[in-house]
C-alpha cells in the first residue's frame, strides 16, 4: 500500500453519529418503539474514531443524532474536545419525506438547539437521516437554511431506491433557495461522492459502498475527483466499524445489507486515510460562481 497523497485536493471526511439500531434497514428488527431497551454500543466506537484519527493528525465532521446527544452528551463533548467539526444529523432519524415540512423543520431546529446546548460550540452543518434530500423533498433546503445552518451535506446525486436527486451537479455549489415564505439565507451543498461511468452517476461515498463493494470503487472515485480538482465527501457509520454488535434476523438484502463487510472495514478506512488527504466538510471552499437554484431543475 502507497502512502503517497498524489494531489492537495482535500476530501470531506465524515461520520453520521447513530446507534446500529437507528439505521432504517434496522426498523424491521428494531423498531423506534424498542430504542431505549437497545443496548448503546457508539461510544466505545466513536472513541476509537477519535483515536484513529487523532494518531493521524486528522481533523473530520461528525453529524450527531440528536437522539445520541441526549442520551450520551458526553460524545459530543469529546468530539469537541478533539477539535473535531460538529454537525446535525437531525433529532429523530426520520427521513425528510416521512416528517413533512412541519415535522422536518420541528425535527431539524430540536437536533441543532439540542446539539448546541451540549456542546457550547455553533453547529453550521447538517445531514438529513439517509440522504433523504432530493428530489421529492427540495422543500427541505430552504427548512435547514433557516434553522441556522450554513451548509448542508444531504443530496446523493444518484438513482436510489430509497433516496437521491439524479439531476444535481456532483460538486459543491452555493444554493439560491426561495420558497413561499420568500428568499432564505445562504446555504452551501456538499453533495455525497459519486463516479461518472457509462453515462450515469453511481454512489461511491464510503458507507456501505465501501463494506459491501471492492475498494476500488471508493478508491477510484476519490481519485478521480481529485484529478478534477474536486472534494468529494465521504460517510461512515459507528456500527460499521463494530463487527462485536449483536446481530438482528434481518431477513436476506437487509443482513446482506447491514453486517457483511463489517470485519475489514477498519483495514478499508485506514487504507483510505493513507492514500488521500481528508477535512472537515465544513472547511471545503466553494468558488463564489458556482451556483444553484434548485427551483431549476427537473421535477
Ligand atoms: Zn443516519
Known amino acids: 500500500m502507497t502512502t503517497r497523497k498524489p494531489t492537495t485536493v482535500?476530501?470531506?471526511?465524515?461520520?453520521?453519529i447513530e446507534e446500529a439500531f437507528h439505521a432504517l434497514n434496522m426498523w424491521t428488527a428494531t423498531p423506534p418503539?424498542?430504542?431505549d431497551d437497545q443496548p448503546s454500543r457508539v461510544e466505545q466506537v466513536v472513541d476509537g474514531i477519535l483515536s484513529l484519527l487523532d494518531e493521524r493528525g486528522l481533523k473530520a465532521t461528525?453529524?450527531?443524532?440528536?437522539?445520541v446527544a441526549e442520551a450520551r452528551p458526553a460524545v459530543v463533548?469529546?468530539?469537541v474536545e478533539a477539535g473535531h467539526e460538529l454537525a446535525s444529523h437531525g433529532y429523530s432519524h426520520r427521513m425528510a419525506g416521512d416528517l413533512g415540512r412541519e415535522g422536518f423543520e420541528q425535527d431539524v431546529r430540536r437536533a441543532r438547539g439540542l446539539l448546541q446546548d451540549v456542546s457550547g460550540v455553533e453547529v453550521?452543518?447538517?445531514?438529513?437521516?439517509?440522504?433523504s434530500i432530493g428530489r421529492g423533498t427540495r422543500w427541505a433546503l430552504p427548512i435547514v437554511s433557516r434553522a441556522g445552518h450554513a451548509w448542508d451535506s444531504s443530496v446523493f446525486p444518484v438513482r436510489h431506491d430509497r433516496y437521491g436527486d439524479p439531476d444535481w451537479p456532483s460538486e459543491p455549489v452555493h444554493l439560491d433557495?426561495?420558497?413561499?415564505q420568500g428568499r432564505a439565507p445562504p446555504l452551501r451543498e456538499y453533495p455525497l461522492l459519486t463516479r461518472r461511468l457509462l453515462g450515469r452517476s453511481w454512489p461511491a461515498a464510503g458507507g456501505g459502498y465501501l463494506r459491501l463493494l471492492p475498494f476500488g470503487v471508493v478508491d477510484g472515485a476519490l481519485r478521480a475527483s481529485a484529478a478534477r480538482g474536486q472534494p468529494g465527501?465521504?460517510?461512515l457509520h459507528p456500527w460499521e466499524l463494530d463487527p462485536g454488535q449483536p446481530r438482528h434476523d434481518l431477513g436476506g438484502l437487509r443482513t446482506l445489507r447491514h453486517y457483511s463487510g463489517l470485519q475489514?472495514?477498519?483495514?478499508?478506512l485506514r487504507t483510505l486515510l493513507d492514500r488521500h488527504a481528508f477535512g472537515p466538510i465544513g472547511d471545503i471552499p466553494v468558488p463564489d460562481d458556482r451556483r444553484l437554484d434548485p427551483a431549476r431543475l427537473p421535477d
Open 10 to 16: 482535500v476530501h470531506g471526511l465524515s461520520f453520521d
Open 77 to 79: 463533548r469529546r468530539i
Open 177 to 180: 433557495l426561495h420558497d413561499d
Open 62 to 67: 461528525f453529524f450527531v443524532l440528536g437522539l
Open 124 to 131: 453550521a452543518g447538517f445531514r438529513a437521516s439517509t440522504f
Open 33 to 35: 418503539e424498542t430504542w
Open 264 to 268: 475489514r472495514m477498519g483495514e478499508r
Open 233 to 235: 465527501v465521504v460517510y
